[in-house]
């Protein structure tokens, strides 16, 4: 029997929705009222990174020549393109995004928010075929019925949560929850794949605590309730370890391979030459962390940048890492200084790197003194 062709590589795709990762369109009223709900809610959730996607209600524009971005110093950007618009393209748009908003009346969205204006009921019967996961009603007027349409297509929707227009907080409350679900499991990497060229000897190996620090890190994490792998250079052959397939790129490589892995989760990533990382401090990073930016990092008090090697990798930072890999750039580092970041100040010890024998011996002596 002849095997199925497959054009494209067996990799683990990112869950999206139409347009972004996690979206809802509003219909069923006039546009201004969509907008003005989306902005009291967004007001009261400025603490996420929001969107809200449109079609322009403009007249007779002429078509763009060329691409226009406008910034202003207080950090606004407003954009007019020449692009149409393409799930793909919009996908990378929103990828920072933990949330979208979408005018249901223009755009089909993955879920929807149902609005019952008495006004609009033709509008309804018209987008039936594009309402398939409703959220939740909201009702204009309080004595409006669920239109005989909806009945047909959904019977049980009388059992769907309704609110009135005037119950921001509630819809706000509701909103929050499917940004809240939509937050990605943590999974743990600890690298193991550098080349160790001062020490001499691979530093993941070397005992600190009574066994090979490699495996000091992987408990760490997995006390912490994260299911942790190795990232390796040599191709795989347990299952608790990630193959690095972007080769010679050292720990970047190994970060962006374990997003090829798992693009849907976040990742916890621990160097083995930073011994003094302990439970406490993966507890603390787990307990700041910030999903809403691209990574949360820590930073020694003394230091200036961020510690890349110690740092909660969002799903997000995939697509991010990867632009800067274009660009020619393989030191996340450099992605986090540039990038939104929840940064944690610690003390510069507990991220102190072990690089000769002669560091080691001293780390090794006074890790026993305190034992």
Not at 119 to 147: G, H, P, Y
Not at 223 to 234: G, I, P, R
Not at 248 to 269: E, M
Not at 324 to 352: F, T, W
Request: hydrophobic share 35%; charged share 25%.
């Amino acid at each position: 029997m002849d095997k199925k062709h497959q054009k494209h590589a067996n990799i683990t795709k990112k869950l999206n929705d139409n347009f972004a990762s996690n979206e809802v369109a509003i219909l069923g009223t006039k546009c201004g009222v969509i907008a003005e709900l989306v902005n009291k809610v967004s007001t009261k959730l400025s603490n996420y990174n929001l969107a809200y996607f449109d079609a322009s209600h403009a007249k007779d524009l002429d078509k763009n020549i060329v691409t226009e971005y406008t910034f202003h110093h207080e950090g606004n950007l407003q954009v007019n393109t020449t692009s149409s618009v393409n799930k793909f393209e919009q996908r990378l748009q929103f990828i920072n995004h933990d949330f979208v908003f979408i005018n249901g009346n223009h755009y089909q969205g993955a879920k929807q928010i149902l609005i019952l204006d008495d006004e609009k009921e033709a509008s309804i019967k018209k987008r039936l075929d594009q309402i398939t996961n409703i959220q939740f009603i909201v009702k204009l007027n309080s004595d409006t019925k669920i239109f005989d349409c909806l009945l047909e297509k959904f019977p049980l929707i009388e059992n769907t949560t309704c609110y009135m227009i005037q119950d921001v907080d509630k819809i706000t409350n509701h909103i929050e929850n499917l940004i809240k679900e939509n937050i990605a499991p943590v999974k743990g990497l600890v690298l193991t794949g550098g080349k160790s060229t001062r020490m001499g000897t691979d530093k993941s190996e070397l005992d600190y605590y009574g066994k090979p620090q490699k495996e000091y890190a992987k408990e760490l994490l997995e006390n912490n309730a994260l299911e942790t792998f190795y990232s390796v250079q040599l191709p795989a052959n347990k299952s608790t370890e990630i193959h690095d397939t972007f080769l010679n790129l050292g720990p970047f490589g190994g970060i962006c391979s374990a997003f090829q892995k798992d693009p849907n989760s976040a990742w916890l990533v621990v160097a083995t030459d930073l011994p003094f990382v302990n439970d406490d401090l993966i507890q603390l990073l787990l307990q700041k962390r910030n999903p809403s930016k691209i990574a949360t990092a820590i930073k020694g008090k003394s230091k200036e940048f961020p510690e890349p090697l110690i740092t909660i990798y969002e799903p997000k930072a995939y697509t991010k890492l990867l632009q800067y890999l274009a660009q020619g750039y393989s030191c996340p580092r450099k992605m986090l200084i540039n990038s939104d970041v929840e940064i944690i100040e610690i003390d510069d010890h507990l991220i102190r790197n072990i690089n000769t024998p002669e560091e080691f011996r001293i780390a090794k002596k006074e890790i026993h003194k305190h034992e």
